[in-house]
């Protein structure tokens, strides 16, 4: 089975801080993918990353920055976190489909609530 | 705008009755992903159907496709207590930039035992 792990569940930051939110995959997969989830407001897709050292910015990409340095890693940074990037943080990986660039199945991990004070 | 929504945003049932929830999306697709997530956790995908599909099945589940009316259902039958959860349809976006699956805002289901 294929396993996602975020290194937190719950993170409580001040305003202004720099945040680190690392996302860790076993399984090899190309594809990985930092979303956060607001009520009512379903997924958005922040940034994503087909390859190593390779990313491309998702629907809200403002206020964010990645790293993919290692395959089965891919960080997501809050540069100067602010109170309105307080939300659930959920990230994926995929493998993608043999002969196309069309979409596979995703595997989230367990995400990270990050509250900003 | 979101590409795909479902209906109802909450629903309440008896344990052993059967939930049915509805995705509308906007534009063409190459696919349909359904996903579910129990209460503050990741998202599980559960199943995926392509455009060139109808009907799939997996266990008690049960998903249609009708490209024409642009639409999908996802049928739980014989619903349990323990899929109480929210449930997400994700399509891709053809036509843009870059492929990528975009998620509607879900609907709760309640299942009381």
């Known amino acids: 089975d294929v396993k996602v792990t975020q290194s937190s569940r719950y993170l409580v930051k001040r305003t202004g801080e720099k945040v680190f939110l690392e996302c860790v995959q076993d399984m090899d997969h190309e594809n990985m993918f930092w979303y956060r989830q607001d009520p009512g407001l379903g997924l958005r897709l922040i940034y994503f990353?087909?390859?190593?050292?390779?990313?491309e910015k998702g629907d809200i990409p403002e206020g964010y920055s990645v790293s993919r340095e290692k395959k089965e890693r891919f960080s997501l940074i809050l540069e100067s976190a602010s109170t309105n990037q307080t939300s659930m943080y959920l990230c994926?990986?995929?493998?993608?489909?043999?002969?196309?660039?069309?979409?596979?199945?995703?595997?989230f991990g367990n995400g990270t609530r990050l509250t900003v004070t | 705008s979101q590409q795909g929504e479902e209906d109802p945003q909450a629903l309440s049932i008896q344990e052993g009755e059967n939930a049915t929830m509805n995705c509308s999306y906007k534009?063409?697709?190459?696919?349909l992903q359904w996903y579910r997530q129990n209460s503050g956790r990741g998202l599980v995908h559960l199943i995926l159907?392509?455009?060139?599909?109808r009907e799939k099945h997996s266990g008690r589940l049960r998903v249609t496709l009708d490209t024409s009316k642009k639409s999908s259902s996802l049928l739980i039958t014989a619903s349990r207590a323990a899929d109480t959860a929210s449930y997400f349809c994700?399509?891709?976006?053809?036509?843009?930039?870059?492929?990528?699956?975009?998620f509607g805002p879900g609907t709760s289901l309640s299942v009381i035992p």
């Open positions: 994700a399509t891709d976006a053809t036509g843009t930039s870059y492929d990528k699956v975009i």
């Open positions: 994926a990986s995929s493998f993608p489909p043999e002969g196309s660039s069309y979409n596979s199945p995703l595997h």
């Open positions: 990353s087909y390859d190593v050292k390779m990313k």
């Open positions: 159907i392509r455009s060139n599909e």
């Open positions: 534009t063409s697709i190459n696919n």
